[in-house]
């Protein structure tokens, strides 16, 4: 990455996937590379994204299955209740803990999978950190 006059490093990940500086930033991984000028920064969030309709669809499986209790030995019931424990433990591993950061135009969201939850309080803090010190320029 070519920086900005008058630009510095503040923090990057161990794989320079994120990349903070004191005017931007950045993002960057086989797929795509989007950048945040710091003074456009909206807001930023930490938070779990997963896909709840797993759990919807283990709910449907699981009732349809005591639904199914006198049918046929229970077979029918093993199965729905097979079922409905893949659809949570598809829920589960769909869980991701991500950091979001918003401007008007994009945003910006990377996995914390590799980051300690001091690591990202600090990454955190240091971009809310920059992004009031420029915008008070």
Do not use: C, W
Request: hydrophobic share 45%; glycine share 6%; no cysteine.
């Amino acid at each position: 990455m070519a920086y900005l006059p008058n630009e510095s490093l503040l923090s990057n990940s161990d794989s320079n996937t994120i990349v903070l500086t004191t005017h931007r930033v950045r993002y960057q991984n086989s797929n795509s590379l989007k950048s945040i000028v710091l003074d456009e920064v909206s807001g930023t969030e930490v938070k779990y994204i997963s896909q709840p309709v797993f759990l919807l669809l283990a709910l449907i499986a699981g009732v349809g299955g005591f639904f199914l209790i006198n049918e046929t030995d229970g077979i029918y019931m093993i199965s729905s209740f097979t079922i409905a424990i893949m659809f949570v433990l598809m829920y589960l591993a769909s869980r991701k803990h991500v950091i979001i950061i918003s401007s008007s135009g994009t945003k910006i969201i990377f996995h914390t999978h590799n980051m300690s939850k001091e690591t990202v309080k600090n990454f955190v803090s240091q971009l809310e950190g920059q992004v009031i010190k420029l915008k008070k320029l």
